[in-house]
């Protein structure tokens, strides 16, 4: 009668059982900082007085944030990060071999099943599509679980989100979390655990369940989980014989995350058989807080109106919104697929002139992938730039800030007050599909007005 976040919590501890709501010591699989969380981190560790972090094949560092180095100060943040990475022997991911830090961990198979992951980065909750606890933290709680290993948390309630029907053509994962953020509301799930299930689920791709699983924290959420299932075993096969070694890495281990990984992914084309099956899903009788059901035939493609991703509305009833830019990236919508959708719209149409495109891969991979199969120059040539994989704009950082009056779309998560420039331009957000066609229209459209 426990719920999948429940049996990970009680393996993590070394009991068979927790109790939502008390408080509990748990070991961690992995831990991740990025380029800007990792320096308060690495501070907050030296100042612990400890020499060595528990296990450097457990720690990874990525540089995605403002990298490659958009100023001076961004320069010094790195610097300090990658001294820190070869002072320790960690998991490191330099300019060139790298990613949007969750693109690139479940790319590089470093995120598996019945793990518990703690990440300096709030949409640490992505990993929870292949049926990991992760969960965001500040960089102190960080610096203490590079030193230790563990982590104390309170154990949070489940709820659990049943999705039946058939999903209507352009309707994806990115659709599916906006409209239960918008039904739910930002704190609709505070200190919970989104869980993921129905018919509708288990036909989404692992790149539409990443996505929904990166949301759940706009819903106020601990974590996004989603049961193991063929998918997810399929997934992991491809993630571990595509493996790109890091910048460094402490042999052995590694050799244990491959071990591990090794025995429990199934053939590609095999069903789902492994032997920990009934511990990568919740029990049939698990207890929930709340269980929530929808039908998604009755949904169509979604946007998020400033400035809150619970601001949302169909498509349909968007009206006319002009644009002065539109992004198609980040860590929510990055993938290979995403980039594929944005490429189907594009092709053959011309970017509208009075908007700037900005396409984002999610990683090395995801980039090379989209020259190989031609995106890139069906992109170029159709007048959008295609930038290296950074987090830069979905902050607003660097590479596409907004000016103040200017309306941006953009596939990101957030579309708070200031959250991508200035705080007098306005964040919209949707699916890869919308955000392509938008980008033909010159203003929020639906896939179907340029199809049509």
């Not at 309707?171 to 704190?187: A, N, Q, R």
């Amino acid at each position: 009668m426990r719920t999948l976040t429940e049996k990970l919590l009680a393996a993590h501890c070394g009991r068979e059982e927790v109790s939502v709501g008390e408080f509990i010591n748990a070991r961690i699989d992995l831990v991740l900082a990025n380029d800007i969380t990792a320096p308060l981190a690495i501070r907050e560790f030296q100042r612990l007085g400890v020499s060595k972090v528990f296990d450097p094949g457990k720690v990874v560092m990525v540089p995605d944030h403002f990298c490659p180095a958009k100023d001076i100060q961004s320069a010094e943040q790195a610097k300090l990060m990658r001294e820190f990475a070869k002072e320790q022997g960690l998991v490191y991911f330099e300019v060139g071999r790298m990613g949007i830090e969750h693109v690139l961990l479940p790319e590089q198979g470093l995120v598996l099943p019945e793990q518990v992951i703690v990440g300096a980065d709030s949409h640490t909750c992505t990993y929870g599509a292949l049926g990991a606890f992760a969960t965001g933290m500040g960089s102190t709680d960080i610096a203490v679980a590079m030193a230790t290993g563990e982590i104390w948390l309170k154990v949070p309630p489940t709820i659990k989100f049943v999705y039946h029907g058939k999903l209507p053509k352009w309707v994806g994962g990115k659709d599916l979390i906006l409209y239960t953020i918008g039904d739910i509301g930002v704190d609709g799930a505070l200190y919970s655990v989104m869980e993921f299930a129905g018919e509708a689920v288990d036909e989404l791709d692992m790149d539409g369940r990443f996505t929904m699983a990166n949301m759940a924290i706009e819903a106020g959420a601990k974590a996004g989980i989603f049961n193991v299932d063929a998918k997810t075993e399929e997934y992991l096969h491809h993630a571990a014989a595509n493996r790109v070694s890091p910048i460094i890495a402490s042999p052995s281990p590694r050799v244990i995350l491959r071990e591990r990984s090794d025995r429990r992914i199934s053939s590609p084309d095999s069903s789902f058989h492994s032997e920990q099956a009934p511990q990568s899903q919740s029990d049939k009788d698990a207890q929930y807080a709340k269980i929530i059901e929808y039908d998604v035939s009755k949904i169509e493609p979604q946007v998020a109106f400033p400035s809150l991703p619970s601001n949302t509305r169909p498509v349909s009833q968007v009206g006319e919104v002009k644009l002065d830019q539109v992004v198609i990236g980040g860590c929510t919508n990055g993938r290979i697929s995403d980039l594929r959708v944005a490429a189907k719209l594009i092709q053959g149409r011309q970017i509208h002139p009075d908007l700037r495109c900005i396409i984002l891969p999610g990683s090395q991979q995801v980039y090379l992938e989209a020259l190989r199969e031609g995106l890139v120059e069906i992109f170029i040539e159709a007048g959008a730039v295609v930038s290296t994989p950074t987090c830069g704009p979905c902050l607003g950082g660097h590479m596409g800030v907004l000016a103040a009056g200017e309306r941006c779309l953009s596939t990101t998560n957030r579309n708070f007050i200031g959250r991508m420039g200035s705080p007098e331009s306005e964040v919209y957000l949707a699916n890869p599909a919308v955000a392509a066609a938008s980008a033909v229209l010159g203003k929020i459209a639906g896939p179907e007005e340029v199809i049509d």
